[in-house]
Structures are given as C-alpha cells and as structure tokens.
C-alpha cells in the first residue's frame, strides 16, 4: 500500500504554494510565524452537467515559518479570513472569518489556532460573520460581529463590537461563546480587506528568500505529449509547458486562466478557452469576455483565436475532432462548432439542451442530453457523430445516464474515460432533497452499446478527476484521496491521500499517460508527477 503511489517531483512548487490567492496576511511580532488566510478557489465547473461539490471548504488558513516560509500547519475554512491578531503571551492566533450569504445571514466564525501545535478550535456556538478581532489582553479578546440578517437597521454599514473574557483562553473549548456574549453597542463596519496588500508581502517575501512567490491556483487540465513534455492550464496561465526535466519552457499568463486544453492530432498546436472576468485595473474597469485560442506548442505564440461571445467548454473525440459549445444555457443560444483534426471548421450548428460531459479518450464527443420540457425525466447519453446530414453532425442517444431506471434522484454526472472501443467508464453523484448522501457517489463501467453496467464502485463522495486504462482507473476526490480500481472487476486496487511535505492537497484534474505514471493537477495551483504501481 506505501508503494502503490508515489510523488517524484512536484512542479509549479514555491512559497505560500498552499494558501491559493491571499486575502490577509499577519506577523507573529514575537516569534515572527506568519498566518496567511488565502482562497483556492471554487471546484466547481461548468455549474451545470458536472458531479456536486458543494460545501467544499475553499479557504484556507496557513502558518509559516518567518525564516524558512515553510508551511506548519494548514486549516480549512468556510469563509474567508476577516481579520487576525496573536495572544499577547500565548502561541495563539485568534481568526476573525465570515461574509454574507447574498440572500440573508452574515455567517462566519471566531477560530483559535495555536502557532504550535497547529489544532484549531471553533469558539463560536453559532455562526456569525466575524469583521474584526483584537487582543486587549491576555484575557479579554474584543471583536467586531455583524447583525444577525440583513433586516437589521444600517446591517450593511455597521456592527456590533464586543469584548469576551477568559482566564485561559489555552483551555477555550469548542462553541463556548454564546449568542448573549455577542451583543454590543453599535459601531461602523470595517472594510474586508482586498488581498493587494498581502500578495505584496507574499511576492516580497519569497523574493528575499530566493523564490519568488506567484500566484497559481485550480490546475483545471494537465495533460502530456508524446516527446515528454506537460501542460497545464490554471488560475494565473492560459497554459505553460514544461520540458521532460520539469523546466518551464514557456507559459501565456492570464490572471483568470485556461479551463480545458484539446492537443490537436499533429501535437504541433494546443486549443485553450477562458472566460475572462470584469476586473479594475489602471485604465478603469476590464469588461469581462471570452477567448477560444489555438497556441503553438513550440513557443507559446498564438496562432488564432477569437471570441464566441459566451463562455465554452471543450468535448473531444477520439483521434483529435473537436466540438465547442457554450457552457452555459442562455436565452440566445451560441453555435456549436465542430472541427476536424486538421482544425478546419466542419459544421456550425445548435445542440439544446445538451450538459458538459468530461470524458476523456472518447470514441466520438459525448454529451448529456437533459429531458424536454419543464417536467423531470430521464438524462440520456449522447454522442455527434461525423457523418453529416444537412450540414450537421448527427446526434445520436446511446443510453440514460441512470443505468438504474427505478431511481427517482438527480443523477449528475461526472468525469470519465473510455476504455478502448466498447467500454465507458465515469462518476456520477445522486441527489434528492436530502442533499448529498452516503454512498451515493459511483464509479461505474458500463458498455457504450447498450449501458449496461459491468460494475459500480460507491463512495461517499464526488470524483473531481478520472482517467485510466484497461487494467487500471484512477479515481480522484476532494478529500485528497486517489483510488486505483480494477478496470475489470471494479475492486480498489489501493487507495492514497495525497500529501505534500506533510500536508493534505485536493486534486482537481489527472491524466495517465501510460501505466506506471500519474499526473495530478491541484487546487493550489500545483502538478505532481507520479510513479504507481497494480500491487495492493
């Protein structure tokens, strides 16, 4: 089992790697550790067609070292970090977290990290958007809290501001603060803070300490080619290649970064899309906007690009076609296009009602078909074929995407592989009005014939990654974990939680290009390149 997965190298490593894009950064005056509240990033894209990830922590909270920038301990956090202040004696941070919900409450937490240790506890006993918070002294901590809900008088413009005390605060158990000890006079709301100031510290830092810090987060594609090089698309990269050695050969930066990348079939030449978000800049406000690009892999350069006017995903077919459509369901509806392995533009035409499906090494594109009209019913798998009729791909159905027809959940459907000619294999997530349920997340192998399942691997969890071969599937989840299962039985192989120096990483996207090896793409931006083994 130790020997089953192992990490050789990881690329795109470098200080403050774990925190995602920083928000508030603070300094330990007497032990000089530093404690970074950062944001990796939602995992969840497109929103529609793809397994449920919701209630995924994506802020984190990490403490370093002042002297080496060495990661001591990683928390997770449901909202991002507000504020912080250190014991005037203990090694303790106390962390101010929380936001609005956009529909009512102002949720959040007080949590007290100890700078040694690394356990965190959560004081709140319930949750509470926490603006501010400031040692007084050793026993009296103040803090700024926001109303309750949006009802309140001046809720957007004021808060409450409060001082708890504790002979110890070492022995604060978890949810001992009650609602009674946050009531307080009525004063203005601190500002957030906007994170510009912590990337400077962030980039200063690491460029005293020899290495340079930047921001990389939600490696969504990693993929190989065929003479050793690899590529990623990420947060902070439409997409950067890196030599067999590892070396960054080149990279195109982009603050929002790539999505999905499609190698054309001469691996000459790489398609990328982003979708560009609105942002402040010197000049005044960026529109946000939409790029479809074709880069060469020799040098980076683009070689065409244009924009859809919406934002797109990629679905490809085996042997380098290639469909691009919009990732969203709009009132105006974007073309599909079709193009060949050559990258010439075959057909242009409108697939409705039609979700992402991300299945890697597919015969032909594959799709989910959702059910007509606004009653519920049974989501179909579909694939477009090449043969054209009126100037379109045919789309033909192969089988419901629930191979169990008596079921009355929501089936979402995950990523996927094909396994030669004649097998699928993919993830799935069942919902009801109950929300996500134990065992109610699948990794199924089913015949592209007729559907019918081979076998069914349940778990307690959505599949973020999934990529495999005829002996062995790799399957990827949000706690960490890499499963590897019998691509003929269905049985795990092995299962291993992916650590780096220590510490716990989520992957977000894998490829196996050969058996053997495994790359993983992470949520804080990193790849990690992997030896694995079939043995147990």
Same mark, same amino acid.
């Not at 697939?351 to 078909?369: C, K, S």
């Given at each position: 089992m130790a020997h089953a997965l192992s990490i050789r190298r990881v690329l795109g490593d470098g200080p403050f790697a774990e925190i995602g894009d920083p928000r508030l950064v603070a300094v330990d005056p007497r032990h000089g550790a530093i404690v970074v509240g950062g944001d990796v990033g939602s995992i969840r894209w497109p929103p529609l067609g793809t397994a449920a990830v919701d209630g995924w922590p994506q802020y984190r909270i990490g403490v370093f070292g002042g002297r080496d920038l060495a990661c001591r301990h990683l928390h997770h956090s449901h909202w991002p970090v507000n504020s912080v202040a250190f014991h005037p004696s203990l090694p303790l941070a106390a962390v101010g977290t929380g936001r609005y919900d956009g529909s009512w409450d102002f949720e959040g937490e007080l949590l007290l990290v100890d700078l040694e240790s690394g356990t965190m506890t959560t004081a709140l006993e319930e949750r509470r958007e926490v603006l501010a918070v400031e040692w007084l002294d050793d026993r009296r901590l103040r803090l700024m809290v926001s109303p309750e809900d949006r009802d309140s008088d001046r809720a957007f413009s004021h808060a409450h501001e409060t001082v708890i005390e504790r002979e110890d605060w070492s022995g604060a158990g978890d949810r001992t603060v009650g609602f009674r000890e946050l009531t307080g006079p009525i004063v203005p709301r601190v500002r957030p803070p906007d994170g510009e100031r912590a990337?400077?510290?962030? /980039?200063?830092?690491?460029?005293? #300490?020899?290495?340079?810090?930047?921001?990389?987060?939600?490696?969504?594609?990693?993929?190989?080619?065929?003479?050793?090089?690899?590529?990623?698309?990420?947060?902070?990269?439409?997409?950067?290649? /890196?030599?067999?050695?590892?070396? +960054?050969?080149w990279t195109v930066p982009d603050l929002d970064g790539g999505r999905q990348i499609h190698v054309c079939a001469d691996q000459r030449s790489a398609w990328v899309h982003v979708r560009h978000t609105g942002r402040l800049t010197d000049s005044g406000w960026r529109r946000a906007g939409n790029l479809v690009q074709r880069i060469s892999l020799d040098n980076g350069r683009s070689v065409e690009e244009y924009?859809?006017?919406?934002?797109?995903?990629?679905?490809?077919?085996?042997?380098?076609?290639?469909?691009? /459509?919009?990732?969203?369901?709009? /009132?105006?509806?974007?073309?599909?296009?079709?193009?060949?392995?050559?990258?010439?533009?075959? #057909?242009?035409?409108?697939?409705?009602?039609?979700?992402?499906?991300?299945?890697?090494?597919?015969?032909?594109?594959?799709?989910?078909?959702? =059910?007509?009209?606004?009653?519920?019913?049974?989501?179909?798998?579909? #694939?477009?074929?090449?043969?054209?009729?009126?100037?379109? =791909?045919?789309?033909?159905? +192969?089988?419901?995407?629930?191979?169990?027809?008596?079921?009355?959940?929501h089936v979402f459907a995950g990523p996927g592989t094909c396994i030669g000619n004649d097998a699928l294999v993919h993830a799935a997530t069942l919902h009801d009005h109950r929300g996500l349920l134990a065992q109610n997340s699948f990794v199924v192998r089913r015949g592209l014939a007729d559907g019918a399942p081979r076998w069914v691997y349940g778990c307690d969890e959505p599949v973020t990654a999934l990529d495999g071969d005829d002996r062995t599937v790799f399957a990827a989840f949000r706690s960490g974990r890499i499963v590897a299962i019998d691509a003929g039985t269905g049985r795990p192989r092995w299962e291993r939680v992916l650590h780096v120096s220590g510490l716990p990483v989520v992957p977000l996207s894998l490829t196996a290009p050969r058996a053997g090896r495994l790359l993983v793409g992470t949520v804080d931006g990193r790849i990690l390149d992997c030896a694995t083994s079939t043995r147990p």
């Amino acid at each position: 089992m130790a020997h089953a997965l192992s990490i050789r190298r990881v690329l795109g490593d470098g200080p403050f790697a774990e925190i995602g894009d920083p928000r508030l950064v603070a300094v330990d005056p007497r032990h000089g550790a530093i404690v970074v509240g950062g944001d990796v990033g939602s995992i969840r894209w497109p929103p529609l067609g793809t397994a449920a990830v919701d209630g995924w922590p994506q802020y984190r909270i990490g403490v370093f070292g002042g002297r080496d920038l060495a990661c001591r301990h990683l928390h997770h956090s449901h909202w991002p970090v507000n504020s912080v202040a250190f014991h005037p004696s203990l090694p303790l941070a106390a962390v101010g977290t929380g936001r609005y919900d956009g529909s009512w409450d102002f949720e959040g937490e007080l949590l007290l990290v100890d700078l040694e240790s690394g356990t965190m506890t959560t004081a709140l006993e319930e949750r509470r958007e926490v603006l501010a918070v400031e040692w007084l002294d050793d026993r009296r901590l103040r803090l700024m809290v926001s109303p309750e809900d949006r009802d309140s008088d001046r809720a957007f413009s004021h808060a409450h501001e409060t001082v708890i005390e504790r002979e110890d605060w070492s022995g604060a158990g978890d949810r001992t603060v009650g609602f009674r000890e946050l009531t307080g006079p009525i004063v203005p709301r601190v500002r957030p803070p906007d994170g510009e100031r912590a990337r400077a510290f962030l /980039r200063d830092r690491g460029a005293a #300490a020899g290495s340079p810090w930047e921001l990389r987060r939600q490696v969504w594609a990693v993929e190989t080619l065929d003479d050793g090089r690899v590529l990623a698309a990420f947060q902070g990269a439409r997409i950067e290649c /890196r030599l067999p050695s590892g070396e +960054l050969q080149w990279t195109v930066p982009d603050l929002d970064g790539g999505r999905q990348i499609h190698v054309c079939a001469d691996q000459r030449s790489a398609w990328v899309h982003v979708r560009h978000t609105g942002r402040l800049t010197d000049s005044g406000w960026r529109r946000a906007g939409n790029l479809v690009q074709r880069i060469s892999l020799d040098n980076g350069r683009s070689v065409e690009e244009y924009d859809p006017g919406h934002a797109v995903t990629f679905t490809a077919g085996r042997g380098g076609r290639l469909v691009v /459509r919009e990732a969203w369901p709009a /009132r105006d509806r974007g073309e599909t296009v079709l193009l060949a392995p050559d990258n010439t533009e075959t #057909a242009r035409f409108v697939l409705p009602d039609h979700e992402h499906f991300a299945v890697r090494r597919a015969v032909e594109p594959l799709f989910v078909q959702r =059910p007509e009209g606004p009653s519920p019913g049974r989501q179909w798998v579909v #694939a477009v074929g090449s043969e054209k009729t009126d100037g379109k =791909p045919p789309v033909r159905r +192969l089988f419901p995407l629930d191979w169990d027809g008596d079921r009355s959940m929501h089936v979402f459907a995950g990523p996927g592989t094909c396994i030669g000619n004649d097998a699928l294999v993919h993830a799935a997530t069942l919902h009801d009005h109950r929300g996500l349920l134990a065992q109610n997340s699948f990794v199924v192998r089913r015949g592209l014939a007729d559907g019918a399942p081979r076998w069914v691997y349940g778990c307690d969890e959505p599949v973020t990654a999934l990529d495999g071969d005829d002996r062995t599937v790799f399957a990827a989840f949000r706690s960490g974990r890499i499963v590897a299962i019998d691509a003929g039985t269905g049985r795990p192989r092995w299962e291993r939680v992916l650590h780096v120096s220590g510490l716990p990483v989520v992957p977000l996207s894998l490829t196996a290009p050969r058996a053997g090896r495994l790359l993983v793409g992470t949520v804080d931006g990193r790849i990690l390149d992997c030896a694995t083994s079939t043995r147990p």
